[in-house]
Nanobody, 124 residues
């Protein structure tokens, strides 16, 4: 059983920064693909960023250059550093884990484990 718990969300003005954290427990391995997804009201959940076991990262075009995903396998922790935030970044942010070797933000169906989410609100 894998549990994921996010924290770090909040309300920030446009142009500001936030750092999200996700702590894992249970049978989660360093080989897992880890990701941050987000879901805005009335929209589908979309992948923002992924990081594989080797530390290789991929980003959605909408966040590239502003968000940075990182992980510490020993601490079973995943982070998302979000800079230059925009109102359109407002969403519930979820961390997720997948056993699949193909680690990309577009492969939502591969992710079997999800956290409860943390809300990010960006005001203009």
């Amino acid at each position: 059983q894998v549990q994921l718990v996010e924290s770090g969300g909040g309300s920030v003005q446009a142009g500001g920064s936030l750092r999200l954290s996700c702590v894992a427990s249970g049978y989660i391995y360093s080989s897992f693909c880890l990701a941050w997804f987000r879901q805005a009201p009335g929209k589908e959940r979309e992948g923002a960023a992924t990081i594989d076991s080797a530390g290789s990262t991929k980003y959605a075009d909408s966040v590239k250059g502003r968000f940075t995903i990182s992980r510490d396998n020993a601490k079973k922790t995943l982070w998302l550093q979000m800079n230059s935030l925009k109102p359109e970044d407002t969403a519930m942010y979820y961390c997720a884990a997948s056993r699949n070797w193909d680690c990309r933000p577009g492969r939502k169906a591969d992710f079997a484990y999800w956290g409860q989410g943390t809300q990010v609100t960006v005001t203009s």
